[in-house]
């Protein structure tokens, strides 16, 4: 008989706590990760080797995508192609373990409000993003985003207010409660 070379976690330890909530979490991602997500959301045949993410790992994990924003087949197709393809676990322990490095609960995710203080990501610009990194207080919203208040630099001589996008905003901290 032919021995069987996938090797499963045992279903006790913390990692498999993470599965049945995840409708609860927010899944840290790359940016390559992330737009593969975003295809199994609208596609749900849609398929990755293993391992085909797995050279990604220096890519930033700054996309953070709700454990709802797809099914459970698609999450287990990403974690697969994340992980080595060498890797020697089944799908539900690669699953789990994909879980266990990236998921936090929702309620740790801090959303954008007014008076939140914010750092601005990399937006695609034509030229480049000459705000990128800034930080900055989120003062008016806007269909499209909000603005952001940005910190004046030593050099500048006026107070610059941008309108951003919500995916580009890093919430640092909420708003003071007075």
């Known amino acids: 008989m032919p021995e069987?070379?996938?090797?499963?976690?045992?279903?006790a330890s913390a990692a498999a706590k993470l599965l049945p909530q995840?409708?609860?979490?927010?899944?840290?991602?790359?940016?390559?990760e992330y737009h593969a997500a975003t295809i199994f959301a609208f596609d749900?045949?849609?398929?990755?080797?293993?391992?085909?993410?797995?050279?990604?790992?220096?890519?930033?994990?700054?996309?953070?995508?709700?454990g709802d924003a797809m099914s459970l087949r698609g999450w287990i197709i990403l974690a697969r192609a994340c992980c080595e393809a060498k890797d020697q676990h089944d799908d539900r322990a690669r699953l789990?373990?994909?879980?266990?490095?990236?998921?936090t609960p929702v309620e740790t995710i801090l959303k954008p409000e007014i008076g939140a203080r914010v750092r601005l990501r990399?937006?695609?610009?034509?030229g480049g993003d000459r705000y990128a990194g800034r930080d900055g207080v989120i003062v008016k919203t806007h269909f499209a985003g909000f603005y952001v208040k940005l910190d004046m630099t030593p050099r500048?001589?006026?107070?610059k207010t941008e309108l951003v996008e919500t995916d580009y905003l890093e919430v640092l901290t909420h708003p003071a409660t007075a």
């Open 4 to 11: 069987t070379n996938v090797v499963s976690l045992p279903a």
């Open 22 to 32: 995840l409708e609860h979490l927010f899944v840290a991602l790359s940016e390559s």
């Open 44 to 66: 749900p045949d849609a398929h990755l080797s293993a391992g085909q993410l797995a050279a990604d790992d220096h890519e930033p994990r700054a996309r953070p995508l709700a």
């Open 96 to 103: 789990e373990i994909f879980l266990a490095e990236r998921a």
């Open 122 to 126: 990399r937006r695609p610009r034509v």
């Open 156 to 159: 500048e001589r006026s107070q």
